[in-house]
């Protein structure tokens, strides 16, 4: 059974940082690309970024230079570094696993096969 689990998020200000983490289990890590997606209230959810097992990474325009996103191949998990947080970064961030992506990542929430359960970051101005 595959399971993504996040962690740490919470609520920090505006100019701040935090560090989401995503431990997958259940599925060959090696074989699946991994993503971060995040859905803020009463709009629809979003490609943040994502990450191949050998590195290649994509994220979108609105958190480049904010964001970074990496992965541990040994530990079987993801994370999502958040510097300069913003008030419009507040949102129910979720981890999903792409399988058999291992060039490119792909931006489109369809091709990804698993998610997780997602979890709150609230960002205060």
């Known amino acids: 059974q595959v399971q993504l689990e996040e962690s740490g998020g919470g609520l920090v200000q505006a100019g701040g940082s935090l560090r989401l983490s995503c431990a997958a289990s259940?599925?060959?890590?090696?074989?699946?690309?991994l993503g971060w997606f995040r859905q803020a209230p009463g709009k629809e959810r979003e490609f943040v970024g994502a990450v191949t097992w050998s590195g290649s990474r994509t994220s979108a325009e609105s958190v480049k230079g904010r964001f970074t996103i990496s992965r541990d191949n040994a530990k079987n998990t993801v994370y999502l570094q958040m510097n300069s947080l913003k008030a419009e970064d507040t949102a129910v961030y979720y981890c999903a696993a792409d399988r058999g992506r291992t060039a490119v990542v792909s931006t489109r929430e369809s091709d990804y096969d698993y998610w997780g359960q997602g979890t709150q970051v609230t960002v205060s101005s």
């Open positions: 259940g599925l060959s890590f090696f074989s699946y690309a």
